[in-house]
């Protein structure tokens, strides 16, 4: 600014200095990719946490609090004393 220098040449001479990541707007390339694309790779990466979150609470779950029905307690009942006699026969041999 004190030698007179226009804006543009001011631009030109930081960002040969210190590259294109001093500019608000960098252009697109190699070089600059990182700062284009890492907001749109963290706003798809946040859409896909909230996408398997609200998948996941749409499962429906069994609550504790279910009972089971007359049939299943029975077969349950039946598994169980199955289990205590094949282990008290392994027990006498």
């Known amino acids: 600014i004190m030698d007179d220098k226009s804006d543009i040449e001011i631009t030109q001479y930081m960002v040969a200095r210190y590259g294109d990541f001093i500019l608000y707007r960098p252009q697109f ?3 600059t990719a990182v700062l284009w694309l890492t907001p749109l790779g963290l706003l798809l990466l946040g859409l896909f946490v ?3 979150m609200a998948a996941t609470r749409a499962k429906p779950k069994l609550s504790s ?3 089971l029905s007359v049939t299943e307690q029975q077969q349950l009942k039946d598994l169980l004393e199955e289990e ?3 282990s008290k026969d392994g027990d006498n041999k």
Do not use: G, P, Q, T
Request: aromatic letters at 16%.
């Open 29 to 31: 390339n190699a070089a």
């Open 50 to 52: 909230w996408w398997r």
């Open 65 to 67: 609090d279910e009972a």
């Open 84 to 86: 205590n006699s094949a």
